[in-house]
């Protein structure tokens, strides 16, 4: 091979190189950013999970107290 040819062939691989680096950069880059979008869901996740259980329990408790008020004694029914 002549000098020219093999830099010709030199130049080309280290164009191909050049242009591979850039698309793994641009990959990792893009990854690292999905990654951030799927931590900070998860944390929306569990927030929100922890706001539906209080929730519930409140209206759970709310509940047990609006039907201790409403409810009759089985005696005071047999008087009538």
Avoid: Y
């Avoid at 040819?5 to 698309?23: D, S, T, V």
């Avoid at 990792?28 to 799927?38: D, R, T, W």
């Avoid at 209080?54 to 047999?78: G, H, I, M, R, T």
């Amino acid at each position: 091979m002549t000098a020219s040819i093999i830099r010709e062939k030199l130049g080309k691989l280290i164009e191909e190189q050049k242009q591979r680096e850039a698309q793994v950069t641009s990959w990792q880059e893009q990854q690292e950013k999905i990654s951030l979008a799927i931590r900070q869901t998860k944390e929306a996740h569990d927030f929100t999970r922890g706001q539906i259980s209080a929730l519930e329990e409140l209206l759970a408790e709310d509940e047990k107290k609006v039907s201790k008020k409403v409810s009759v004694p089985d005696d005071a029914n047999e008087e009538e």
